[in-house]
């Protein structure tokens, strides 16, 4: 697999790195987590190809999570701390009113633009070290916040030692990351990539917030990135933990996230769901049909290599980010176009690739659809969509 979110120029073709992409199961703690790692600075740096705020939904869904962070925990004149603020997507609902921030954000790119909107931020890599200096210069923090980074950092302990000591008795650590009960349940192995390294569950991060002397108090499933969970995080006994905690173990027990049988069958519907898409896109080619990819995701990444999809099958794939525009896409080297080029031509089918914002482009694309095209999605399994009837 090459870098899911490294996007090339034709000039840096002989510069691309691959790497093995295997997942592995401990039967001990519960993780499932990658088994090769890719040096964090290979995926997160200068050029990080990942805007949060190209999506508006997700720019909602940030501020409703802001808010409800004030709401809840929040106590006069907080210090609230994010980890991988990327843009700022976050942590502008708390700068706006005036509440002391930090984000801790290591690509600088990314970073710059949030300075920019007059967001403190520091570029580096969240651990132990980080939090001892963000202890020594502002002090302790009322809440430590991140959205889809805990699964990218792969020294977790070093993460969670340092969530330990930057929090104030009563602070707290809440973070949302995609659920391994949704990759399961809908078969989506698009989300595993270089950049998440483990795939949580209530259970396992039970397991990791004991070994360094902090519980989960609460947990509320989001229905964003394809089916995340938020997880509440507090020192050992300093909340009473709510029902909901032991109601999602429950059906984690359900799906069977602790047994190893549970994985097996999830590689047997993967590699089905990998066969039946590439049997349709062969199928569609065969019939002359003109088929582009939608959201240069760094799922796709997994979705394209895996099943040796390339510019034979897709002819471009639309993404609205700049930065991502006139590049190919990582290891099958499929041009990457603005929207416009997608709208001057529409193709006559389009692989959903960002299927987790599904609701927010169905809404805006009905002249493709009205024109007769059509869209592809492959989670929970490979079908076309047919609109829906006014
Ligand atoms: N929180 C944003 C961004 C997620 S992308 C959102 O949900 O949209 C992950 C971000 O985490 C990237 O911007 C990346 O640079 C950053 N990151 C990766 N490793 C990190 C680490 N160890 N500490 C802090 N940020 C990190
Ligand atoms: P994500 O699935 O990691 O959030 O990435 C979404 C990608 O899809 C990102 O590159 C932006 C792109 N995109 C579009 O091109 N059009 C859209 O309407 C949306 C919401 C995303």
Redesign the pocket.
């Known amino acids: 697999m090459p870098i899911a979110n490294g996007f090339l120029r034709i000039d840096q073709l002989d510069q691309e790195y691959f790497y093995d992409l295997e997942v592995a199961h401990c039967t001990d703690c519960g993780m499932v987590q990658l088994v090769n790692r890719v040096e964090p600075t290979m995926m997160f740096h200068d050029n990080y190809a990942?805007f949060s705020s190209?999506?508006q939904?997700?720019v909602q869904h940030f501020k409703s999570f802001a808010d409800s962070i004030l709401h809840d925990f929040l106590p006069h004149d907080p210090f609230v701390v994010e980890i991988g603020s990327n843009d700022g997507i976050l942590l502008r609902n708390f700068a706006q009113r005036g509440i002391r921030h930090l984000g801790v954000e290591p690509s600088r790119n990314v970073a710059a633009v949030a300075e920019a909107s007059g967001i403190n931020t520091i570029s580096s890599f969240f651990n132990e070290d980080c939090a001892a200096k963000i202890v020594e210069g502002s002090g302790q923090a009322d809440a430590l916040l991140g959205a889809n980074v805990m699964c990218h950092i792969e020294d977790l302990h070093s993460v969670m030692a340092g969530a330990k000591m930057l929090l104030k008795p009563g602070g707290v650590l809440v973070f949302e990351d995609p659920y391994l009960g949704d990759i399961v349940e809908k078969t989506s192995y698009d989300q595993i990539y270089d950049e998440h390294v483990f795939y949580f569950s209530v259970a396992s991060l039970q397991n990791l917030a004991a070994m360094h002397d902090l519980e989960i108090f609460d947990v509320a499933p989001q229905a964003v990135?394809g089916g995340s969970m938020r997880y509440f995080i507090g020192h050992r006994g300093a909340r009473q933990p709510s029902s909901r905690v032991d109601e999602q173990r429950e059906r984690e027990a359900r799906l069977g996230l602790e047994l190893p049988g549970t994985f097996v069958d999830l590689r047997r519907r993967i590699e089905a769901s990998r066969a039946h898409l590439v049997s349709l896109l062969r199928d569609l080619r065969a019939r002359g049909k003109r088929v582009a990819g939608?959201?240069?995701?760094?799922?796709s990444t997994t979705i394209l290599n895996y099943g040796g999809i390339g510019p034979d099958l897709i002819e471009f794939i639309?993404?609205?980010?700049p930065t991502?525009q006139g590049k190919l896409s990582p290891g099958v080297h499929i041009p990457v176009r603005p929207?416009a080029e997608f709208q001057a031509r529409y193709p006559d089918y389009a692989v959903l690739f960002?299927w987790?914002?599904s609701r927010?482009?169905l809404a805006?694309e009905g002249a493709f659809m009205q024109s007769g095209g059509r869209f592809i999605v492959h989670v929970p399994e490979v079908q076309i969509l047919e609109p829906v009837a006014a």
């Not at 939608?294 to 799922?299: H, R």
């Not at 639309?318 to 980010?321: A, F, L, M, N, P």
């Open positions: 990942f190209t999506s939904y997700m990135h939608y959201g240069a995701t760094s799922k639309s993404d609205i980010t991502k929207h960002a987790n914002h927010e482009i805006k």
